[in-house]
């Protein structure tokens, strides 16, 4: 037979777990031995853990008042209700950004309050809290200003609100600057919510902070924002353990019910309106259709957009942001050829560094998460205006991105994010030598860049039952620290492989022992592997599900990796 070896050399990994162990666990929790493995390999190793986390009731909320800060934001809220002065919210221009500005604005209308909406612009203005908002809420006669998903680095614009006699509350969830005993180092304002400065907390997104501030304004009312709250969650890949399991689990639920307009709109321009709302579903198609109008224009019209109440200019709002998407991918695809092929060029060491002049800055992020995905490195892409280069940086699991550039920030004039994601800028005769130190602090701390395959359970084909898929359908919402399962199964034969659509790999697959084939697919796979001849023989990583066809439903294993049998 020709050999069936991935384009990728990827290292599977199975995780073991004790055998009486995922036993006893099994027994006390009522699961499968399979889940039970699942569950273990996620750190959730007790009776009542693995009760808590596949109920994740909304009765499982922490107190939002037992958040630190929220006490305080609530009294200045309450002082601004009584002046009777506009309160501007100010945001950011990712979904993260726009979901909780549209939360906040939302309930503090509700709570009485006149109340505007600042987003920067990407290109204008950059990241983060800027002095524009502070005019912006000395314009409107605001006294108080609240922050959403950003502020907590925002040292000179927090002086500057001051100075303007606004009062100021930051809700944020990056990393603060901290000196160099490792204490955070904070801006001046009235309150601070950011669980980053609260060992313990849970590490929530930017619309969750924005959700436990509105929830502890309203009381049980705040519940309605849960879809977008859900939307934050899922699109800034914070982990999906504890609380933020709780949210998008709840809020991926209210958008299945298509209760908010604009929403609906948006998953009937989709395409799956009246069909299951899964979290690959939104991200895929929701939240890249939100990004779209900061990633090339203004941000501002998502949050006007998702505030929308009438259903005619909803839907008429959804094809435009349709529209705009299209254009993003457009322009996306312009920079990734070119960055590619400045790779091939000049070629790339352990970490990758690409430039070009005038690349569209809206896209940088999604280019370098491409190329790091494809090639196994730190990426940072950059677009070159003249003196200046500022980009977005992407990182694999191995690399803490955020600590990297932290010890190289004596080359760069500003930088800010997290451990897989970061925005940078520095001068363009630094990009050489940034180039040569990224790539040297990498080698040092990453001695693997193979791409892995964590393998939950190594399972017989018999063991894959209607039943279980059933039981792992309780394990969603699937992302950040809460992967899909991964099942492996050996020596499988190969029956009927052929290729599908638009390259998907398509066969049957059966064990020896096993009484009947089973389905199998790889998505987008036909090109990342030689023939497969009929009865080869072949190991198989896949997700089981339960695939719906013409009324009917089968087994089906959604395979994310094969190779000749060992």
């Known amino acids: 037979m020709n050999r069936v070896w991935p384009v990728v050399n990827r290292l599977w990994i199975v995780q073991r777990a004790n ?5 006893y666990l099994s027994r006390a929790a009522g699961i499968s031995s399979v889940v039970a493995r699942i569950l273990i390999n996620r750190q959730i190793k007790t009776p009542e853990a693995v009760r808590n986390f596949l109920a994740a009731g909304l009765g499982n909320l922490p107190d939002p008042a037992a958040l630190n800060g929220v006490k305080e934001a609530l009294q200045i809220i309450k002082r601004a209700k009584s002046s009777g002065r506009p309160v501007l919210v100010h945001g950011d221009y990712d ?11 939302d309930a503090l209308r509700r709570y009485g309050l006149q109340t505007e909406f600042f987003i920067p612009n990407r290109f204008a203005h950059g990241y983060g809290f800027h002095p524009d908002g502070v005019e912006c809420a000395v314009q409107i006669g605001a006294g108080l200003i609240i922050t959403t998903d950003c502020g907590v680095t925002a040292f000179e614009t927090a002086e500057l609100a001051a100075r303007k006699g606004l009062e100021l509350i930051i809700t944020d969830h990056h990393e603060p600057v901290r000196d160099e005993e490792g204490k955070p180092v904070l ?17 929530l997104s930017g619309t969750g902070v924005a959700f436990k501030l509105a929830h502890a304004l309203l009381g049980d009312d705040a519940l309605a924002y849960l879809d977008l709250a859900a939307l934050g969650t899922l699109a800034d890949l914070v982990p999906l353990s504890e609380e933020n399991r709780i949210i998008a689990r709840a809020g991926l639920e209210l958008i299945e019910r298509s209760e908010r307009t604009p929403l609906r709109a948006l998953k009937e321009v989709c395409g799956f309106l009246g ?8 991200c895929f198609s929701i939240i890249p259709r939100l990004n779209a109008p900061g990633r090339i224009d203004d941000a501002s019209y998502g949050v006007r957009f998702l505030l929308l109440s009438g259903e005619a200019e909803a839907i008429e709002a959804a094809r435009e942001l349709d529209r705009i998407n299209k254009e993003r991918q457009r322009l996306e695809e312009d920079v990734h050829v070119q960055a590619r092929a400045a790779l091939e060029r000049e070629g790339f060491d ?9 690349w569209h800055k809206g896209v940088l992020g999604i280019v370098a998460s491409r190329l790091s995905e494809r090639h196994m490195r730190p990426s940072a892409v950059l677009s070159v205006e003249g003196d200046v280069a500022k980009g977005s940086a992407r990182s694999i699991p191995q690399f803490d991105l955020y600590e990297g550039l932290s010890e190289l920030k004596d080359m760069l004039l500003e930088f800010g994010g997290h451990r897989q994601a970061a925005g940078l800028k520095l001068n363009t005769g630094m990009v050489e030598g940034f180039r040569r130190a990224f790539s040297e602090l990498v080698r040092q701390r990453v001695k693997e860049f193979r791409a892995t395959l964590k393998i939950d359970a190594e399972v017989s084909l018999n063991e894959l039952t209607p039943n279980l898929v059933k039981e792992m359908a309780r394990l969603e919402p699937y992302g950040s620290g809460n992967p899909e399962p991964l099942l492996g199964a050996k020596r499988l034969q190969v029956l009927n492989p052929r290729v599908v659509g638009k390259g998907h790999l398509k066969m049957k697959l059966r064990q020896e022992k096993g009484r009947f084939p089973v389905d199998a697919i790889g998505f987008d796979m036909a090109g990342s592997f030689g023939q497969i001849e009929e009865c080869a023989t072949v190991d198989a990583v896949f997700t089981p599900v339960m695939n719906e066809w013409e009324g009917g439903k089968n087994l089906q294993l959604n395979l994310k990796g094969l190779r000749p049998a060992v």
């Open 187 to 203: 801006p001046v304002c009235g309150a601070l919510i950011n669980p980053k400065l609260h060992p313990g907390e849970t590490e």
């Open 275 to 282: 069909k299951p709302a899964g979290a690959r579903a939104i």
């Open 19 to 23: 055998k009486e162990y995922v036993e």
């Open 350 to 358: 352990e970490a990758i560094v690409a430039s070009g002049e005038g």
């Open 95 to 105: 979904v993260d950004g726009i979901s909780s500005t549209t939360i906040m604005v």
